[in-house]
């Protein structure tokens, strides 16, 4: 199967209960089928800055934001795959191109090592991003899910996530997807449905049926404003009093 490096999209996140999700599960037969993979665990790791200046700036709400990711379906071995990923989002449309490699090149190429045009015009464009913001690793973020594909558009697909797990220790794919929870503002799944243009008219028609409203909740944000901004607040603190 080809490997997608390339996607423009809208991505729109639902939190639901339990009996929402059974009755979409049941109705969406029609229309939706498992994709190639079906039911998986992803594990991600979040870049950022050393005083998280991407998700600070995510969490306004611009009209552009970036991020940088590195992601593997499964824990990976020590010679396993993963994807390096930069996600960008204007105005509503989300753009995310990725490069595929063995996790033993991430930390070369993401700290300069190992040169971007390595991996063509998409690991220059992340190896740009790095040499601007000089991320590094910051959080772990798991979570099973539960993936289909448009049968008559496999470019619309609608995930279900659950057992949203984080961890900002030990955080390397290869040691593990163990993390505690993150809390969902409702509910119990994180539902996305992602699509190239318009929303289906069945599917608008079986969301509002069931209640669902399209949410902003942002997995690594909940993490940084639930648990990791104090440290961030201290740290700028202790900046101010130095420069004063």
């Known amino acids: 199967m080809a490997i997608q490096c390339c996607f423009e999209r ?12 059974r009755f979409l599960l049941e109705r969406m037969t029609p229309y939706m089928k498992k994709d190639a993979y079906g039911e998986y665990t992803i594990c991600n790791i979040y870049y950022d800055t050393d005083d ?15 991020k940088l990711r590195v992601r593997s379906y499964g824990v990976p071995q020590e010679d396993g795959k993963v994807f390096v990923e930069l996600k960008k989002k204007f105005d509503g449309v989300v753009y995310k191109r990725r490069i595929t490699t ?26 740009y991003f790095q040499s601007f913001y000089q991320t590094v690793p910051k959080v772990f973020i798991g979570y099973d899910r539960l993936a289909f594909a448009g049968i008559d ?66 997995k690594y944000g909940a993490c940084y404003r639930d648990e990791l901004s104090a440290g961030v607040h201290t740290i700028n603190l202790k900046e101010d009093t130095f420069c004063a």
């Open 52 to 66: 998280y200046r991407l998700i600070r700036a995510s969490l306004e709400k611009p009209v552009y934001k970036e």
């Open 153 to 218: 558009d496999p470019q619309l697909r609608i995930t279900f996530d659950t057992n949203l797990r984080w961890r900002d220790t030990d955080v390397d794919l290869r040691l593990g997807d163990h993390g505690a929870p993150i809390a969902l503002p409702c509910g119990d799944v994180l539902m996305e449905v992602k699509i190239p243009g318009a929303c289906p008219l069945w599917l608008s028609h079986l969301l509002s049926d069931v209640g669902a409203f399209p949410t902003s909740f942002s």
């Open 102 to 127: 063995g996790i033993q090149n991430v930390e070369p190429f993401l700290s300069g090592e190992l040169p971007g045009e390595n991996f063509g015009q998409i690991g220059r464009e992340i190896g």
């Open 10 to 21: 809208y991505e729109k996140k639902y939190c639901l209960t339990l009996s929402q999700q």
